[in-house]
T-cell receptor, first 118, second 117 residues
Framework: AQSVTQLGSHVSVSEGALVLLRCNYSSSVPPYLFWYVQYPNQGLQLLLK??????LVKGINGFEAEFKKSETSFHLTKPSAHMSDAAEYFCAVSLTPLFSGGYNKLIFGAGTRLAVHP | NAGVTQTPKFRVLKTGQSMTLLCAQD?????MYWYRQDPGMGLRLIHYSVGEGTTAKGEVPDGYNVSRLKKQNFLLGLESAAPSQTSVYFC????????????????FGPGTRLTVL
């Protein structure tokens, strides 16, 4: 079975500081990995995805994540936080289509709420 | 394109009442999903559909029913609402993958906030 663990339900950083949101996954077969962002009272928006190409993945709004198979991690980073980055972030895992019959069901972590203060 | 839309945005029910949540997408996607979002638990899959006329259970299907009579619509029904079904419900849709290694993004609606008293 697959699972996702996000370390830290709340993270607070200063504007301009490094953002690091942690995600560890469990999967017995090659996974696809995702980070989604949810702004207040909105739906989820895809930030970036890893689908077995480059291990360092760049997404929107200056975010990036690195897939580390040996550590079963997919941590999200941004060099310099902006006030507009305050939101909830979800890491998710999906089986590759080869193993999922093409259904690509997503398993989500519990989420990390990022606060950015001046 | 409106993308994925959900109706209603908010609803308050009394225990035992029934209601239907409507999800509509105008992207001609084959796959559609219903999730619920609860604090500290992320999103959990309730039911999904891989095409018109087909549905399947997800992680937490109990107390819900779904129907996909038209490709663009996916309905989520609560026959007898319970306080445990107080949640935010999200619908998502995705295009079918066409090659073994491809992946197509799930697009999410804005959510329906349901309170059951």
């Amino acid at each position: 079975a697959q699972s996702v663990t996000q370390l830290g339900s709340h993270v607070s950083v200063s504007e301009g500081a490094l953002v690091l949101l942690r995600c560890n996954y469990s999967s017995s077969v090659p996974p696809y990995l995702f980070w989604y962002v949810q702004y207040p009272n909105q739906g989820l928006q895809l930030l970036l995805k890893y689908t077995s190409a480059a291990t360092l993945v760049k997404g929107i709004n200056g975010f990036e994540a690195e897939f580390k198979k040996s550590e079963t991690s997919f941590h999200l980073t941004k060099p310099s936080a902006h006030m507009s980055d305050a939101a909830e972030y979800f890491c998710a895992v999906s089986l590759t289509p080869l193993f999922s019959g093409g259904y690509n069901k997503l398993i989500f972590g519990a989420g990390t709420r990022l606060a950015v203060h001046p | 394109n409106a993308g994925v839309t959900q109706t209603p945005k908010f609803r308050v029910l009394k225990t035992g009442q029934s209601m239907t949540l409507l999800c509509a997408q105008d992207m001609n996607h084959e796959y559609m999903y219903w999730y619920r979002q609860d604090p500290g638990m992320g999103l959990r899959l309730i039911h999904y559909s891989v095409g018109e006329g087909t549905t399947a259970k997800g992680e937490v299907p109990d107390g819900y029913n779904v129907s996909r009579l038209k490709k663009q619509n996916f309905l989520l029904g609560l026959e007898s609402a319970a306080p445990s079904q107080t949640s935010v419900y999200f619908c998502a849709s995705r295009k079918r993958v066409t090659t073994p290694q491809s992946y197509n993004e799930q697009f999410f609606g804005p959510g329906t906030r349901l309170t059951v008293l």
